[in-house]
Structures are given as structure tokens and as C-alpha cells.
């Protein structure tokens, strides 16, 4: 039965006040995430700046940041005018897609002959598919690693 406070040893008492200030300051940053609800999820942390450099970082420490890059090439050519967009798939192919590509994405074959296939006749959507599946994969596999990682310590210790 617990008889109290006044029964532990004074170290004891010492430790568990300085664990309640220690606790207590990672209370008001979760709480600060939460609000900003930055690391929610995958798609919150890629739309935030702060958020996705942190998750680059981390990445690159893995030396996996070629789905995080293709994801960025895929919503940067999504969103160009029509006149650009010829010349940022190409380089999506030659950066990404392409055999020995120099970051190529782990895609399924049928992915990528997929793409391949169509990459003289390129539409907005071109990519969609292809991009689905990579954020699928890092949805799955790293940002569950970046959440376990000290990476993200530091981030919610940022905010």
C-alpha cells in the first residue's frame, strides 16, 4: 500500500522533480505540434516548410532521399504551366525513372513501363500514379522510422 511521499528516499524525491520539469516541457512541445499538427502525418509534414526539411535530413541520414525528391520533381511538374512541363518530365525520367537513373524509385515494373510508355505523349497527370505509389511507400516505411528517430525529436524540440 503507499503510504505517501514523505516515505521515499530524498534522492528519489529529487529525480521525480526533475523528471515532472523535463516532462513537463515535452507536454508544451507535443502540445505545440498538435496544434500545428506537423507530424500528424505525411502529407502534413511534406506541406510543412520546417517539417519537410526535417524529414529530408533524416532521410538523407538513411541515404533514401530519392522518394522524397521524386515526390517533390512530381508536385513541382503537376503544378507548372503547361510550357514547362515538357522539360521537367524529362528530367523526372532521366533524375528518377529511367534505367540506372542516378536517384532512381523503387517502382514496380509495371510502374514504370507504364511511364515509359507514355513519355512522348506526357499530360498532367502523367505522373500521378507513379507519385501515389512512392508516397504510399514512404507513408509506410520512412516517416514510421523518422517518428521513431531523433530527427524528429529535434523537429518537435523546434517547435
Known sequence: MCKGLSYLPSS?????????V????????????????????????????????????????EFSEENLEFWLACQDYRFSPSNLQKTKASSIFSQFINPDAPQEVNLDAETREA????EDSLCADTFNKAQQRIYNLMA???????LRSSHCLEAVKAF
Not at 528519489?12 to 515532472?20: D, I, V, Y
Not at 508544451?28 to 526539411?53: R, S
Not at 509506410?140 to 523518422?146: E, I, L, M, T, V
Open 140 to 146: 509506410k516505411d520512412s516517416f514510421p522510422r523518422f
Open 115 to 118: 511511364l515509359l510508355s507514355v
Open 22 to 61: 523535463k516532462l513537463s516541457h515535452l507536454s508544451d512541445h507535443k502540445h505545440k505540434v498538435q496544434d500545428g499538427k506537423i507530424l500528424q502525418d505525411l502529407e502534413t509534414l511534406l506541406n510543412n516548410k520546417t517539417g519537410l526539411q526535417v524529414f529530408r535530413g533524416f532521410l538523407r541520414s
Open 12 to 20: 528519489c524525491l529529487e529525480k521525480a522533480k526533475g523528471m515532472r
